[in-house]
Structures are given as structure tokens and as C-alpha cells.
């Protein structure tokens, strides 16, 4: 089923002035999680799970287009996906993610592909891409008019499938396989540059140990748009084994060419982050190193550390319109405890920021120059969970700490964007106040914009913030680079649990969503609400309740005050005039006497602020 949503995000009511900034609460700076230091997921963990029947109805009144779904959940490891979404000069578009329906084994596993003509997006796909069981797809343009899509075989390396025509013709299907010894090459990136696109690049690493490296990072390139590789399983020097033990699968990024400026990043909790940059179309590279390592040539399972603060794995990058490179990455406090396995803090965690121009975080206080409160202070944090949402003037979460586990901090997965005016936007996905399903936490999709080049930021908005994902965990945004002016247009996966059923939580396998969204270039023109000075409206109490609910108003001064009850779906059950209310304190007390077993929307509409409370009764 494809739903179609239309309403454009500059003209939607969106909760902009939860964008505050507020004290993160004592538990949640302390809430540790530890786990081992596992391989990057290529297979289903989750082999035992009974598929979840429910599916949850959608509703057709946000900005965004339904494109494909699946049931195989985790489309990266370290939950920033690149290369899965483009935007032709044309204004088409083509979307890939990894697909499959068949829990909890997915032999059809393989790629999910979409295509925007201009006028509509295709028929949601029904079957994979490739011949063969695949996973982790990457797309590119090849050729004056041509596509290409690379992804990860279970044994034989990489599945090449090649077309002259866009979104027409049969695929030419291939095996790139690695290099002897190691032929299980894995988790691929691509891009292609040239005014043709014929040169396509790939990054993948090794599925096993190469070149003394415990996974090897990998550099291939084809100068015939794919049919044909001149450079094959290419390990650059300054990324050997004499710098590194080895990488992570899925911690690393090629950035949209800027024409024959290739560049990729890696950014890995375990490693520096660094970037390897070529002006030559990759035949020579040059190292930055943004962030050193306290720990060089560290092993995880020798080699206990002290606590730090070092990039999550999730990351992205960007060439500006005049060819500078721009990196945000998540961030967050690590230790490892040299038996194989690392604790870290998820609420100690951000998005960090860095461009050419900068001073790199090298030559410091190593263990701690990327602490998240440092980079606030310095402007360089451009991306926080702890907003105010509800604007109470403090962080409202389930009690105790529950939320998906992707090993990351509470914000991340960020994407970066230019126009071609040098305005910039950033995405990402954070846990979000307001929105839980009573144990765990939702994440939302967020967003800033910049007009001038990424040097300031504009506010915060919750691109979530329709009731139709009240009840979703909104996750690995891809974004299409470069935007067509008027909009920047990225795809996202949610479902109705938080966390995934491939691992970390292993829910029950279910129907998840993929989205295709439109986020205006006047994003910074978006101003908050107007709303009565300092209103506070308490959590309802008791809840879950049977009977009668309470909720505390507090005003300021004197307001007009109304509320509405309704379903999730939007179907009201209860509405109220209170008229005009004094300043003062008041007491709310909402009758859910003829109300059925289920979950509501209180919305209270204060001197015109519409304040949201979800209420369960029992």
C-alpha cells in the first residue's frame, strides 16, 4: 500500500519551541549500558522471534510519501546509512534500502528499490533487486542516463547490478569479488563522479582478517561506469596495519563527489576519525586526521582504557558548493574494559561538528576534547536529545531508562546537506520527551538549517511531531545531497517499537515503514508558536488511570482554556470550553468514565499554545 502525504512541511504546525536546551537529569548522564565489542551485524541475529501480526494504520496528513517496506530492521550497524538516496538535476529521484519480508530467516532479503519520475514515486517494490540474498545496498548514477546499486553477498563479496536506462530494463547483474583470502568483502559505499558518472568508487571492508588487519578497509574504482574495475582491494598506507589493528564494519561514509574531489570518513569509537581526501578522481590520497585516538593501535580485547569521549560510529559528511568538507558525527562516553567488551553512556552523547576550516580535535586533552558539554560551549554541539519538548522546563522520560538499543548515544545518526547557495541542513535521530509507549522511549527525526554555510544553526524542530508518529520510532534518515533549492528530500524507516528486531532488543519482527520526505529550504523561517509566558501543564495523574485523571495548570496570567480527548487515529471523544481562566494555579480533573480501555490525546489549548498529554486508560 502506498500513502500518499502531501501537506508540505513549511506550512504544517510543527513544535518548534521544544527546541530549548535543559539540564540533563543526574540518572540519565549516569545510565551506563555495557556490551561486547561485537563484528558488525551482516546476518540476522534474531533467528527465534515470532513475526508480530499487529500493523499499525497510517494517516494522511504529514509531508511525506510511503515508498517500500520491511520487515528486516537494521539498515546499518552503526545507524548512519549513505549513498541510499539521489536527486537528479531533473528533479527525479531514487531511493534503496535493505528489504525483507520473510522473518525471521529473510532469504528474500536483498534491496528495496524506488523511483521518483518527477510526477510520482513507482509501485512499493515486491521483490529485491538482486538474484541473490543481499543486504546493505548502496546506490549511484552511471553513465550519461544509467543507475547502479552495489550490496553485500552472504559469502562471494559484492553484488553489482548495472542498467543503461533509469528506473527501465533489466538489471546486468555481477559478483566484485575481494581479494584472495578475503573474498567476503562487506558493507560497500558508492558514489560515481564525472560529467557522465563513468568513474564509480566503492569502499567496503573485509569479513575477515587481510593484510594484518582484523578487518581491512577497501578501495575500488571502475572508469566504464561499473563494467570493469581498474583499482581493486586498494589499502591506502596511511590506514594499514602499521596505524590500525583494524576497522568496523559500517563505521565509514563516501561524500557526493565535488567534481574530481572524492573524499570518504571514518569515524569509529575504537580508531581515529579521519578522512582520506583525493583531487584526482582516486588515484592519489591525502590523511586529515579530525580526532586522534588516546589509544593508537588499540585492541579491545587486551587493552583496558579509561573513560572517553570519542565518535558513537554513526557519521556523515558533505562537500559545500565550494568544495569544503563538512563532518558531523555522534558522539559519546566509551570506556573499554579489555575483555572483549566497552561500556558507554548514551546520555552523554550529541552530535559534534567539524569543516576544513577548523582547527582539528588533535594535540589535547585527547580522552576528553570531544566531551559533548566542551563542543556546547564552543558552538560545536549541533545536535542534543535533551530538548524541552513539551516546555515544562524539564527532560519528561519513562522511569527507569528504557529505550532501542542501537549502541549509540541518544543523538545521532546525523546526515548533512548544501545547496547550491551554501544553505546547509542537518538531520538526526534522538529520543524524544513526550513520546514513549509507556516502557520505552520513542526517537524522532530533527532538524536544523543554516543559511550561512553551517557557522550558525537555526532552531531545532521535531519533523515527527504529527500525532500520525506518536507511536513510531522514526530512524536512520538518508538524505539526497544538494536539494533542488526549494527542499532537501531524505528517507527514513519507522515502526511502532522502539529499538530492532534483527538486535540489540530483538523485538518481535514486524512491518516497518519506509518514508520519503520533503524538508523546506525556509526551515529557518519557521518561528515558534506564540504562546502564553511561562505556562506550565503537568504530566496526568494518576495514569494509566481507571475513572478520573488530573492534570495541573499553572498560568501566568489569565488565558482562555480548552481541551479536547481523542484517539490516537484522530476520533474525538471529549471536548470542554473552561473559558477565560485566572492566572493561578489550577486543577484539571478529565472524566474517563465512558472512555473504553485504550491510549488518548489530552490537547489543552491555552491562550492559543496547544499542549499535548497522552493519557491510557485502563
Known amino acids: 500500500m502506498k500513502k500518499s502525504l502531501l501537506l508540505l512541511f513549511s506550512v504544517i504546525a510543527i513544535f518548534t519551541y521544544g527546541q530549548r536546551k535543559v539540564a540533563i537529569p543526574p540518572p540519565m548522564r549516569s545510565y551506563m549500558v555495557t556490551k561486547p565489542v561485537a563484528k558488525a551485524i551482516k546476518e540476522s541475529d534474531n533467528l527465534l522471534q515470532t513475526a508480530n501480526p499487529y500493523v499499525a494504520n497510517r494517516y494522511e496528513y504529514v509531508s511525506e510519501t510511503e515508498i517500500g517496506q520491511t520487515v528486516y530492521d537494521l539498515q546499518s550497524n552503526t545507524g548512519s546509512p549513505s549513498g541510499r538516496s539521489y536527486l537528479y538535476p531533473d528533479g527525479k529521484m531514487a531511493a534503496v534500502w535493505t528489504r525483507g519480508m520473510t522473518a525471521t530467516a529473510y532469504n528474500d532479503r536483498g534491496t528495496g528499490y524506488n523511483f521518483f519520475d518527477g510526477t510520482a514515486w513507482g509501485p512499493e517494490p515486491t521483490t529485491r533487486v538482486e538474484t541473490q540474498r543481499a543486504g546493505w545496498p548502496g546506490y549511484a548514477p552511471a553513465g550519461p542516463n544509467g543507475e547502479i546499486i552495489t550490496a553485500h553477498h552472504n559469502t562471494a563479496g559484492l553484488i553489482v547490478n548495472r542498467r543503461t536506462n533509469r528506473n527501465s530494463g533489466t538489471w546486468t547483474q555481477n559478483i566484485l569479488a575481494g581479494p584472495t583470502g578475503a573474498v567476503d568483502i562487506s558493507w560497500p559505499r558508492i558514489v560515481s563522479s564525472g560529467a557522465n558518472h563513468d568513474t564509480v568508487h566503492i569502499i567496503a571492508t573485509t569479513y575477515s582478517k587481510y593484510m594484518g588487519q582484523n578487518l581491512a578497509l577497501l578501495y575500488y574504482r571502475s572508469n566504464d561506469a561499473g563494467a570493469t574495475w581498474s583499482t581493486k582491494a586498494y589499502i591506502n598506507p596511511a590506514m594499514d596495519s602499521t596505524h590500525y589493528v583494524g576497522f568496523s564494519g559500517d563505521s565509514y561514509v563516501l561524500a557526493e563527489p565535488y567534481g574530481s574531489n572524492i573524499a570518504f570518513l571514518v569515524a569509529d569509537s575504537q580508531l581515529d576519525m579521519f578522512i582520506m581526501k583525493s583531487s584526482d578522481n582516486g588515484t592519489t590520497w591525502t590523511k586529515n586526521v579530525i580526532w586522534e585516538h588516546p589509544y593508537p593501535m588499540l585492541d579491545v580485547t587486551t587493552t583496558a582504557t579509561d573513560t572517553i569521549y570519542a565518535p558513537d560510529g554513526a557519521a556523515h559528511m558533505s562537500f559545500d558548493k565550494n568544495g569544503k568538507l563538512h563532518v558531523v558525527f555522534g558522539v559519546y562516553r566509551v570506556l573499554f574494559n579489555g575483555d572483549g567488551t566497552y561500556s558507554y553512556w548514551p546520555g552523554l552523547s550529541g552530535i559534534g561538528y567539524w569543516d576544513e576550516d577548523m582547527p582539528t580535535y588533535t594535540g589535547g586533552d585527547q580522552k576528553n576534547i570531544l566531551n559533548p558539554d566542551s563542543l556546547d ?99 536512520f534518515p538518508t538524505i539526497a545531497q544538494k536539494g533542488d533549492g526549494q527542499n532537501w528530500y531524505f528517507a527514513y524507516q519507522y515502526d511502532n517499537e522502539p529499538g530492532l528486531a534483527v538486535r540489540g532488543d530483538l523485538d518481535a519482527p514486524g512491518p516497518n515503514y519506509i518514508n520519503y520526505f520533503s524538508v523546506s529550504t525556509l526551515l529557518n523561517d519557521v518561528k515558534p508558536m506564540n504562546k502564553v509566558e511561562s505556562v506550565t501543564v503537568s504530566q496526568c495523574y494518576p495514569n494509566p488511570f481507571a475513572g478520573t485523571t488530573s492534570v495541573d495548570i499553572n498560568l501566568p496570567k489569565a488565558a482562555q482554556v480548552s481541551y479536547t480527548v481523542c484517539s490516537v487515529s484522530g476520533v474525538q471523544f471529549m471536548s470542554a470550553e473552561l473559558g477565560q481562566m485566572s492566572s493561578g494555579r489550577h486543577l484539571l480533573a478529565i472524566d474517563g468514565t465512558k472512555l473504553s480501555s485504550n491510549i488518548y490525546f489530552l490537547t489543552l489549548n491555552i491562550g492559543g499554545q496547544q499542549i499535548v498529554r497522552k493519557i491510557v486508560v485502563k
Not at 431 to 458: C, K, L, M, V
Open 377 to 475: 560551549a564552543q558552538n560545536k554541539l549541533v545536535g542534543y536529545y535533551y530538548i524541552d519538548w513539551n516546555g515544562n522546563g524539564t527532560l519528561d522520560y519513562v522511569s527507569p531508562m528504557d529505550y532501542g538499543d542501537y549502541g549509540i548515544g541518544w543523538a545521532s545518526m546525523p546526515q548533512i546537506a548544501f545547496d547550491d547557495n551554501n544553505n546547509a541542513v542537518l538531520l538526526f535521530s534522538s529520543i524524544t520527551e513526550n513520546f514513549d509507549n509507556g516502557t520505552q522511549q520513542y526517537r524522532h527525526i530533527w532538524a536544523r538549517a543554516s543559511s550561512d554555510n553551517a557557522q550558525t544553526w537555526g532552531q531545532t524542530v521535531d519533523l515527527d511531531s504529527d500525532p500520525v508518529h506518536t507511536f513510531d520510532e522514526c530512524v
